[in-house]
């Protein structure tokens, strides 16, 4: 599968997805990759319904997933790819996904994490995680939805003085604005 979006979003699949992302690209399939997800399918009839009825939906742990879309390298439909974390997106493509770019277009607030914007905020293992994706030559944006702007997010990250010695040497759980 050709993959037309690689996206970190910490919500999985939702309206942003399902309806921008989606609408915007055409995509055939979306893979959402995600191993509590598909250790617990409840919530699967949700997202499906989420989804027009001629876009197939996988469901399936993040090895799955990445066997999935290496298997299918000569499969010509268009996949968007969704996972949860960077970590997670650094599983994908040291299983040997091609990613040559990802979005990171929800990664929300909790405690000990810095804001970038308003719907980035990461911590060092998120960091970290980005900056092994970027030394593997991977294109990093952080969009929310199609139509609004998208940001270099390594220049966010060296912007805000993230990454490297001293990371996060602030109080913990503080905002940068």
Not at 98 to 121: D, E, T
Request: net charge negative.
């Amino acid at each position: 599968m050709r993959l037309v979006l690689t996206r970190i979003d910490d919500r999985l699949l939702h309206a942003q997805v399902a309806l921008g992302w989606v609408g915007a690209l055409s995509p055939d399939v979306v893979v959402v990759a995600d191993d509590k997800l598909a250790e617990n399918r409840r919530l699967l009839p949700l997202m499906r319904m989420s989804l027009p009825s001629e876009v197939e939906l996988v469901v399936a742990g993040v090895e799955e997933s990445a066997g999935l879309l290496r298997q299918a390298d000569s499969d010509t439909r268009k996949c968007i790819l969704v996972v949860r974390t960077p970590a997670e997106a650094v599983r994908i493509l040291e299983a040997g996904v091609r990613v040559r770019a990802v979005n990171v277009g929800g990664m929300h607030f909790a405690q000990g994490k810095v804001r970038l914007l308003p719907y980035v905020y990461v911590d060092r293992q998120d960091v970290q995680a980005l900056e092994h994706l970027s030394s593997r030559d991977v294109e990093l944006t952080a969009q929310d939805v199609p139509g609004n702007p998208s940001y270099d997010l390594k220049k966010l990250l060296e912007d805000a003085g993230l990454g490297g010695p001293g990371f996060l040497t602030e109080e913990p759980g503080r905002s940068r604005d």
